[in-house]
């Protein structure tokens, strides 16, 4: 699974702090499921919840959501054109823990599709691939570089590389 690391890649990035200080920021996957039809071999799709915690989080918590929410619609773009799927949204609590800091849960659902296909010259060896999740419409799938700002004080800062195929190994 590919799209955690990204994730905590993109958060580290927007909040420094949480990269200066990894200890508070834990990214895991949840509800997992691998998924497959068995339709013309053995490719399956990796169904979970992304939960991200950050303890003892004294920013503005718009510096977590808009990069969240600019990476999803780079990489779970259906999260936020489905209607069922806008339903649910990406889920949240929050515990305050004294005036300043909070701990913050959130929850992305996210999928990863896994592209298992027989290797012609090895009869008993099958080839994975994890491909990139498709263009959102009207995308440029290029890399794009965000800042956040509140009034006249930048709150993040990140970016998002363009898509590329995942990985390829044999099984």
Known sequence: MWKLPSLR???EAAVPEL?????????????????????GGLSFEYRYTAAITVLDYTGHTDA???PI???????QSDLLDNPASQAGGIGFTVEHLNTAAVD???RV???ERAIVKADPAHPTRFNVTHPAEPC??????LPEH???WLKDKMLAAWDIPAPAEVSRFPL
Not at 19 to 39: C, F, K, N, Y
């Open 69 to 75: 929410l600019a990476w999803v619609r780079a990489h």
């Open 104 to 106: 913050i849960g959130i």
């Open 9 to 11: 890649s993109l958060i």
């Open 136 to 141: 959102h419409p009207g995308g440029q799938c």
């Open 109 to 111: 659902p996210l999928t």
């Open 19 to 39: 990269e200066r200080d990894p200890e508070r920021l834990i990214v895991m996957a949840t509800d997992g499921a691998a998924v497959s039809t068995l339709a």
């Open 64 to 66: 977590l959501f808009v």
């Open 146 to 148: 965000w800042e956040l």
